[in-house]
């Protein structure tokens, strides 16, 4: 499956606002997002482990104050940005689900997959 444009890079700024894209899965559309962390874009699923809802509090404040971890705006489960792993809080054990995203000419890429998909224009949003 071919790589999806997302946003161009320098709108990826390290620790700083993530940026949100629409996906599909089996039950329906969904949101991912990016950010910049060392230096890498990193992508995942916008779905805490905990309870499988957005983890922005606002559209693309992922990072916590330290700048060093993304957080869950709900009960504040926090996971570590360049694995995903649950690091704090209600998640523990768990992980978010990456997305493969990819960075060249100027650009971030995501990488479609079995599971997490480009949406079609008649894909309903999961409630
Ligand atoms: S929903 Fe994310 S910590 Fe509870």
């Given at each position: 499956m071919?790589?999806?444009?997302?946003?161009?890079?320098?709108?990826?700024?390290?620790?700083g606002d993530g940026v949100r894209f629409p996906v599909a899965m089996r039950d329906g559309?969904?949101?991912?997002?990016?950010?910049?962390?060392?230096?890498v874009p990193r992508g995942y699923l916008n779905r805490?482990?905990?309870v499988g809802i957005e983890l922005d509090w606002q559209h693309g404040k992922f990072f916590d104050?330290?700048?060093l971890y993304l957080m869950c705006s709900t009960h504040g489960a926090i996971?570590?940005?360049?694995?995903g792993r649950c690091a704090?809080?209600?998640?523990?054990?768990?992980?978010?689900?990456v997305?493969?995203?990819?960075e060249h000419d100027d650009t971030i890429f995501w990488l479609p997959d079995?599971?997490?998909?480009?949406?079609?224009a008649s894909t309903p949003p999961i409630s």
């Open positions: 071919s790589a999806i444009p997302i946003c161009s890079s320098a709108a990826l700024v390290e620790g559309q969904t949101v991912g997002f990016v950010v910049r962390f060392q230096g805490c482990a905990h104050g330290s700048r996971y570590a940005p360049d694995s704090g809080g209600p998640c523990r054990g768990q992980s978010l689900r997305v493969a995203v990819e079995q599971q997490v998909f480009a949406p079609q």
